[in-house]
Protein backbone atom coordinates (compact mmCIF):
# COMPACT_ATOMS: atom_id res chain seq x y z
CA UNK A 1 0.00 0.00 0.00
CA UNK A 2 1.74 3.72 -0.81
CA UNK A 3 2.36 5.62 2.01
CA UNK A 4 0.56 9.07 2.35
CA UNK A 5 3.41 10.53 4.82
CA UNK A 6 3.52 14.53 3.91
CA UNK A 7 0.37 14.24 1.86
CA UNK A 8 -2.44 16.60 2.78
CA UNK A 9 -4.47 14.88 1.32
CA UNK A 10 -6.95 12.72 3.99
CA UNK A 11 -6.35 8.58 3.67
CA UNK A 12 -8.53 6.76 1.87
CA UNK A 13 -9.94 10.19 0.13
CA UNK A 14 -9.20 10.48 -4.03
CA UNK A 15 -7.51 13.82 -5.11
CA UNK A 16 -9.95 16.12 -6.67
CA UNK A 17 -9.01 17.27 -10.19
CA UNK A 18 -8.48 20.63 -10.24
CA UNK A 19 -11.17 22.26 -12.04
CA UNK A 20 -9.52 25.57 -13.32
CA UNK A 21 -8.59 24.11 -16.52
CA UNK A 22 -5.07 23.55 -17.88
CA UNK A 23 -1.61 24.49 -15.71
CA UNK A 24 0.47 27.37 -17.76
CA UNK A 25 4.15 26.27 -16.78
CA UNK A 26 5.69 28.79 -14.05
CA UNK A 27 2.57 29.84 -12.98
CA UNK A 28 2.23 31.28 -9.68
CA UNK A 29 1.01 28.70 -7.21
CA UNK A 30 1.37 25.74 -9.53
CA UNK A 31 -1.93 26.77 -11.37
CA UNK A 32 -2.38 28.28 -14.36
CA UNK A 33 -5.42 31.44 -15.44
CA UNK A 34 -8.32 29.24 -16.90
CA UNK A 35 -7.84 28.83 -20.49
CA UNK A 36 -10.56 31.38 -22.46
CA UNK A 37 -13.58 29.08 -24.25
CA UNK A 38 -13.68 29.89 -27.77
CA UNK A 39 -16.22 32.45 -28.63
CA UNK A 40 -15.92 34.22 -25.83
CA UNK A 41 -14.42 37.60 -26.27
CA UNK A 42 -16.94 37.67 -29.38
CA UNK A 43 -19.73 37.44 -27.16
CA UNK A 44 -17.81 40.13 -25.02
CA UNK A 45 -17.03 42.63 -27.94
CA UNK A 46 -21.15 41.69 -28.88
CA UNK A 47 -22.40 43.08 -25.72
CA UNK A 48 -20.11 45.76 -25.55
CA UNK A 49 -21.53 47.05 -28.66
CA UNK A 50 -24.50 46.78 -28.18
CA UNK A 51 -24.58 48.63 -24.69
CA UNK A 52 -22.41 51.75 -26.41
CA UNK A 53 -24.64 51.86 -29.30
CA UNK A 54 -28.10 51.74 -27.91
CA UNK A 55 -29.31 48.46 -28.72
CA UNK A 56 -28.33 49.20 -32.90
CA UNK A 57 -27.56 45.63 -34.57
CA UNK A 58 -24.80 46.13 -36.58
CA UNK A 59 -25.16 46.39 -40.25
CA UNK A 60 -29.07 47.19 -39.71
CA UNK A 61 -30.91 50.25 -38.73
CA UNK A 62 -34.03 50.87 -36.90
CA UNK A 63 -37.12 51.31 -39.27
CA UNK A 64 -40.29 50.44 -36.78
CA UNK A 65 -40.58 51.09 -33.53
CA UNK A 66 -42.36 48.15 -30.94
CA UNK A 67 -45.70 50.50 -30.79
CA UNK A 68 -45.92 51.00 -34.71
CA UNK A 69 -45.41 46.87 -34.87
CA UNK A 70 -48.13 46.13 -32.14
CA UNK A 71 -50.05 48.57 -34.01
CA UNK A 72 -50.01 46.48 -37.47
CA UNK A 73 -51.02 43.56 -35.80
CA UNK A 74 -53.20 44.29 -34.11
CA UNK A 75 -55.11 45.63 -37.03
CA UNK A 76 -54.16 42.32 -39.03
CA UNK A 77 -55.83 40.10 -36.76
CA UNK A 78 -58.77 42.48 -36.55
CA UNK A 79 -58.81 43.11 -40.33
CA UNK A 80 -58.60 38.78 -40.67
CA UNK A 81 -61.62 38.58 -38.29
CA UNK A 82 -63.63 40.88 -40.15
CA UNK A 83 -62.77 39.57 -43.44
CA UNK A 84 -63.45 35.74 -42.23
CA UNK A 85 -66.79 36.59 -40.53
CA UNK A 86 -67.84 38.44 -43.40
CA UNK A 87 -67.45 35.10 -45.77
CA UNK A 88 -69.09 33.00 -43.28
CA UNK A 89 -71.60 35.80 -43.81
CA UNK A 90 -71.53 36.25 -47.43
CA UNK A 91 -70.81 33.50 -48.94
CA UNK A 92 -73.41 30.40 -48.88
CA UNK A 93 -71.56 27.07 -48.67
CA UNK A 94 -69.67 28.50 -46.11
CA UNK A 95 -72.42 29.70 -44.43
CA UNK A 96 -73.99 26.31 -44.51
CA UNK A 97 -70.40 24.71 -43.20
CA UNK A 98 -69.94 27.05 -40.42
CA UNK A 99 -73.62 28.08 -39.50
CA UNK A 100 -74.00 30.15 -36.08
CA UNK A 101 -75.04 33.33 -38.12
CA UNK A 102 -76.50 35.48 -35.25
CA UNK A 103 -72.97 34.73 -33.70
CA UNK A 104 -70.93 35.81 -37.07
CA UNK A 105 -72.89 38.57 -37.13
CA UNK A 106 -72.10 40.01 -33.61
CA UNK A 107 -68.32 39.06 -34.59
CA UNK A 108 -68.37 40.83 -37.73
CA UNK A 109 -69.68 43.69 -36.35
CA UNK A 110 -67.96 44.12 -33.04
CA UNK A 111 -64.77 43.47 -34.78
CA UNK A 112 -65.48 45.56 -37.96
CA UNK A 113 -66.03 48.78 -35.35
CA UNK A 114 -62.58 47.57 -33.25
CA UNK A 115 -60.68 48.47 -36.36
CA UNK A 116 -59.81 52.34 -35.53
CA UNK A 117 -58.74 51.05 -31.95
CA UNK A 118 -55.07 50.01 -32.72
CA UNK A 119 -54.13 53.34 -35.04
CA UNK A 120 -55.90 55.51 -31.93
CA UNK A 121 -53.94 53.58 -29.43
CA UNK A 122 -50.65 54.21 -31.52
CA UNK A 123 -51.34 57.94 -31.35
CA UNK A 124 -49.59 57.74 -28.25
CA UNK A 125 -46.68 56.91 -30.09
CA UNK A 126 -44.33 59.53 -30.70
CA UNK A 127 -42.66 57.47 -33.68
CA UNK A 128 -46.07 56.24 -34.96
CA UNK A 129 -47.25 59.90 -34.81
CA UNK A 130 -43.69 61.06 -37.10
CA UNK A 131 -44.57 57.73 -39.69
CA UNK A 132 -48.26 59.23 -39.78
CA UNK A 133 -46.31 62.21 -40.78
CA UNK A 134 -43.88 60.85 -43.35
CA UNK A 135 -47.16 59.00 -44.88
CA UNK A 136 -49.23 62.19 -45.24
CA UNK A 137 -46.50 63.96 -47.36
CA UNK A 138 -46.37 63.40 -51.16
CA UNK A 139 -42.31 64.97 -52.32
CA UNK A 140 -40.95 65.51 -55.49
CA UNK A 141 -39.20 62.37 -55.62
CA UNK A 142 -42.39 60.42 -54.84
CA UNK A 143 -43.89 61.43 -58.22
CA UNK A 144 -40.50 60.38 -59.75
CA UNK A 145 -40.94 57.28 -58.24
CA UNK A 146 -44.57 56.83 -59.54
CA UNK A 147 -43.36 57.99 -62.99
CA UNK A 148 -41.12 54.86 -63.11
CA UNK A 149 -43.11 52.07 -61.63
CA UNK A 150 -45.18 52.98 -64.32
CA UNK A 151 -42.74 53.02 -66.93
CA UNK A 152 -41.26 49.24 -64.73
CA UNK A 153 -38.21 50.92 -64.22
CA UNK A 154 -35.98 49.68 -60.98
CA UNK A 155 -32.88 50.93 -58.64
CA UNK A 156 -32.88 53.43 -56.11
CA UNK A 157 -31.94 56.50 -59.21
CA UNK A 158 -35.21 55.42 -60.92
CA UNK A 159 -37.33 55.40 -57.76
CA UNK A 160 -36.12 57.47 -55.12
CA UNK A 161 -38.14 56.94 -52.17
CA UNK A 162 -38.32 58.27 -48.10
CA UNK A 163 -38.99 55.67 -45.37
CA UNK A 164 -41.97 55.09 -47.33
CA UNK A 165 -42.09 55.05 -51.09
CA UNK A 166 -45.35 56.33 -53.09
CA UNK A 167 -47.12 53.35 -53.46
CA UNK A 168 -46.93 52.67 -49.51
CA UNK A 169 -48.66 56.47 -49.01
CA UNK A 170 -51.12 55.92 -51.62
CA UNK A 171 -52.05 52.25 -50.38
CA UNK A 172 -52.21 53.52 -46.45
CA UNK A 173 -54.45 56.56 -47.73
CA UNK A 174 -56.74 54.53 -49.51
CA UNK A 175 -56.92 52.00 -46.88
CA UNK A 176 -57.54 54.83 -44.42
CA UNK A 177 -60.00 55.93 -46.48
CA UNK A 178 -62.19 52.47 -47.49
CA UNK A 179 -62.19 51.75 -43.39
CA UNK A 180 -63.81 54.81 -42.95
CA UNK A 181 -66.25 54.26 -45.71
CA UNK A 182 -67.25 50.46 -44.23
CA UNK A 183 -67.21 51.59 -40.72
CA UNK A 184 -70.15 54.19 -41.91
CA UNK A 185 -72.38 51.78 -44.65
CA UNK A 186 -71.80 49.56 -41.77
CA UNK A 187 -73.68 51.41 -39.37
CA UNK A 188 -76.14 52.15 -41.15
CA UNK A 189 -76.92 48.59 -41.89
CA UNK A 190 -76.86 47.61 -37.69
CA UNK A 191 -79.07 50.47 -36.87
CA UNK A 192 -81.66 51.02 -39.56
CA UNK A 193 -83.19 54.62 -38.40
CA UNK A 194 -79.96 56.00 -38.33
CA UNK A 195 -80.03 58.31 -41.36
CA UNK A 196 -83.55 57.44 -42.96
CA UNK A 197 -82.71 59.62 -46.21
CA UNK A 198 -79.74 56.79 -47.34
CA UNK A 199 -81.85 53.36 -47.57
CA UNK A 200 -80.45 50.35 -46.43
CA UNK A 201 -80.32 48.85 -50.01
CA UNK A 202 -77.32 51.29 -50.99
CA UNK A 203 -75.61 51.02 -48.16
CA UNK A 204 -74.96 47.49 -48.90
CA UNK A 205 -74.37 48.00 -52.23
CA UNK A 206 -71.71 50.26 -51.54
CA UNK A 207 -70.44 48.12 -48.47
CA UNK A 208 -70.66 44.82 -50.31
CA UNK A 209 -68.55 46.17 -53.38
CA UNK A 210 -66.13 48.13 -51.52
CA UNK A 211 -65.34 44.97 -49.35
CA UNK A 212 -64.08 42.85 -52.72
CA UNK A 213 -62.07 46.15 -53.56
CA UNK A 214 -60.23 46.03 -49.27
CA UNK A 215 -59.72 42.51 -49.97
CA UNK A 216 -57.92 42.54 -53.85
CA UNK A 217 -55.98 45.05 -52.02
CA UNK A 218 -54.69 43.02 -49.11
CA UNK A 219 -53.98 40.11 -51.30
CA UNK A 220 -51.96 42.82 -53.11
CA UNK A 221 -50.12 44.17 -50.14
CA UNK A 222 -49.02 40.24 -48.46
CA UNK A 223 -47.94 39.14 -52.00
CA UNK A 224 -45.33 42.22 -51.97
CA UNK A 225 -44.55 41.25 -48.53
CA UNK A 226 -43.91 38.08 -49.03
CA UNK A 227 -41.82 38.56 -52.43
CA UNK A 228 -39.49 40.85 -50.21
CA UNK A 229 -38.46 38.70 -46.66
CA UNK A 230 -36.40 41.88 -45.48
CA UNK A 231 -39.95 43.41 -45.50
CA UNK A 232 -41.22 40.79 -43.55
CA UNK A 233 -38.31 41.45 -41.10
CA UNK A 234 -38.53 45.23 -40.40
CA UNK A 235 -42.18 44.34 -39.21
CA UNK A 236 -41.00 41.15 -37.03
CA UNK A 237 -38.17 43.29 -35.63
CA UNK A 238 -38.09 46.16 -36.30
CA UNK A 239 -34.89 46.53 -37.95
CA UNK A 240 -33.71 46.37 -41.74
CA UNK A 241 -30.40 45.53 -43.29
CA UNK A 242 -28.57 49.12 -44.38
CA UNK A 243 -27.98 47.34 -48.04
CA UNK A 244 -31.53 47.24 -47.96
CA UNK A 245 -32.28 50.77 -47.11
CA UNK A 246 -30.18 52.13 -49.58
CA UNK A 247 -31.55 49.97 -52.01
CA UNK A 248 -35.57 50.90 -52.02
CA UNK A 249 -35.04 53.86 -49.46
CA UNK A 250 -31.94 55.72 -50.31
CA UNK A 251 -33.99 58.94 -48.99
CA UNK A 252 -34.63 57.74 -45.96
CA UNK A 253 -31.11 56.52 -45.37
CA UNK A 254 -29.34 59.59 -46.14
CA UNK A 255 -32.51 61.26 -43.64
CA UNK A 256 -31.45 58.98 -40.52
CA UNK A 257 -27.52 59.76 -41.03
CA UNK A 258 -28.11 63.60 -41.29
CA UNK A 259 -30.72 63.74 -38.46
CA UNK A 260 -29.56 60.94 -36.07
CA UNK A 261 -33.18 59.16 -36.53
CA UNK A 262 -31.85 55.85 -35.31
CA UNK A 263 -31.21 57.58 -31.25
CA UNK A 264 -34.51 59.27 -31.66
CA UNK A 265 -36.46 56.12 -32.58
CA UNK A 266 -34.25 53.88 -29.84
CA UNK A 267 -35.36 56.72 -27.45
CA UNK A 268 -38.95 56.58 -28.44
CA UNK A 269 -38.95 52.80 -28.04
CA UNK A 270 -37.39 53.00 -24.69
CA UNK A 271 -40.21 55.33 -23.61
CA UNK A 272 -42.95 53.14 -25.03
CA UNK A 273 -41.76 50.12 -22.84
CA UNK A 274 -42.01 52.18 -19.90
Not at 190 to 210: E, M, Q, Y
Not at 229 to 241: A, D, I, K, N, Q
Amino acid sequence: MPSTAGSTTPTGMTPRPDRGGPVRPGAAGGRADAEPVPGDADRARHRAGGAEGGGQRPGRIKRFSRAERMVHRATGLLMLVCLVSAACLYLGPLAVLVGRRHLMVTVHEWSGISLPLPFLLGLLSAEFRADLRRLNRFAPYDREWLRAARHRLRGPQARPAGKFNAGQKLYAGWLAGAVVVMAFTGLLMWFLGLLPAISRTSAIFVHDLLAWAIVIVLLGHVRKAFEDPETRLGMRTGYVSRTWAQRHHSRWLGEEHETGGDDRADRADRADRS
